[in-house]
């Protein structure tokens, strides 16, 4: 084939082939930009401790950690730091069911984002001892929820999460940075009739979720990790129907730390776990027929 007969068309992309498909079939389709947003999260432990002045720790991501991405929907019970009967929110997904695209869409995946959404701690002290935690009058379900591991934590300060894994004031995710070169991401269809291997997930955009300091690549909404081909995640009763995200943490990770040991005049409890929770977004052109759900 002589350079001059090249053209797009000798190299068909997936959305190339998703819209002529629906073309040929005569009738009116929608055609919209969508991105979908699943969280999951990766657990560390803390090992080392210096029970009497709670100086000098570490924090342990263990390999083998393999959190399901897309494999939930709204109101599904799942397991999300450290809490076993989280129910999923849409601002954890967007999917009604895990692992289908919702109102009947076929999906040309064309970008990927991933970046942390929030860092969260658990103590060992029980919800009793958290009032000498706290200052008086604190101790509230929202505080000890937080202290508990079961609500996102913002400690620009390093008041309770020691600012030497994760400190907002210094743009830091110290969590997710570690762990990111060692988590690997497989996109798998129709209960791994297909698999694609994406590779380490440090490669992956932030997507205007990061500082210019720390970001993995600009941290703008318009910069993706772009899959120009394309893959197909097709509607309900369709071949490539099902699909999740599957991330494996495919070594140990190891960050030594040192605790704040007061705060406001009382003695913090011993931090038995961190997690750091991530947010993966497929997105690319989706297409339906009108009224479709």
């Given at each position: ?27 009116p ?24 002045g ?89 505080v ?60 992956f955009v932030?997507?205007?979720g990061?500082s ?63 997690y ?18």
């Amino acid at each position: 084939m002589a350079a001059s007969e090249v053209t797009l068309a000798n190299f068909p992309t997936k959305r190339m082939e998703v819209i002529a498909a629906y073309a040929k079939n005569g009738v009116p389709f929608l055609a919209t930009t969508r991105g979908m947003h699943s969280v999951r999260s990766i657990a560390f432990t803390v090992q080392n401790r210096d029970a009497a002045g709670n100086v000098g720790s570490f924090l342990v991501a263990r390999r083998g950690q393999a959190p399901a991405f897309f494999a939930y929907g709204v109101n599904d019970q799942i397991d999300l730091s450290g809490n076993p009967v989280h129910r999923a929110t849409p601002a954890d997904t967007m999917l009604q069911r895990g692992m289908r695209t919702p109102a009947a869409n076929d999906l040309s995946i064309e970008w990927i984002t991933m970046q942390p959404r929030a860092i969260k701690v658990a103590y060992t002290a029980t919800a009793a001892h958290f009032p000498e935690f706290v200052a008086g009058g604190l101790e509230t379900a929202e505080v000890l929820g937080a202290l508990n591991g079961q609500r996102a934590m913002v400690d620009p300060f390093g008041k309770i999460i020691p600012a030497d894994i994760g400190a907002s004031a210094t743009l830091e995710q110290v969590l997710y940075h570690a762990i990111a070169p060692f988590l690997t991401l497989r996109l798998e269809w129709d209960n791994a009739d297909r698999t694609e291997k994406m590779g380490p997930c440090s490669q992956f955009v932030a997507g205007g979720g990061a500082s210019y300091l720390h970001a993995n690549g600009e941290p703008s909404v318009n910069n993706r990790f772009r899959i120009p081909e394309g893959f197909l995640w097709a509607r309900e009763g369709q071949p490539a129907g099902d699909l999740q995200a599957i991330a494996t943490l495919e070594d140990d990770v190891v960050i030594p730390y040192t605790p704040p040991t007061q705060w406001l005049g009382a003695t913090v409890p011993v931090m038995a776990f961190a997690y750091v929770e991530i947010v993966l977004t497929l997105g690319g052109l989706a297409l339906r027929v009108p009224g479709s759900n």
